[in-house]
């Protein structure tokens, strides 16, 4: 993913399938190249590259 897809993303009002490592997450702030996201399946929240983040796109 690149940083204006999260840009898009973070305007939009809509619901969208985002993963980090096969693991739902969502974006809750995005610094430079780095995002924080939070893991839906649990608590847990992890600063990860926006690179490696990805859309499913069934």
Excluded: C
């Excluded at 999260?6 to 009002?13: A, G, R, V, Y």
């Amino acid at each position: 993913m690149n940083s204006e897809r999260i840009s898009e993303i973070l305007k939009n009002k809509e619901l969208h399938d985002i993963y980090y490592n096969d693991r739902p997450v969502w974006i809750q702030e995005v610094d430079n190249n780095v995002a924080k996201v939070g893991f839906v399946d649990n608590n847990e929240e992890k600063n990860v590259y926006i690179e490696d983040l990805y859309e499913n796109n069934k």
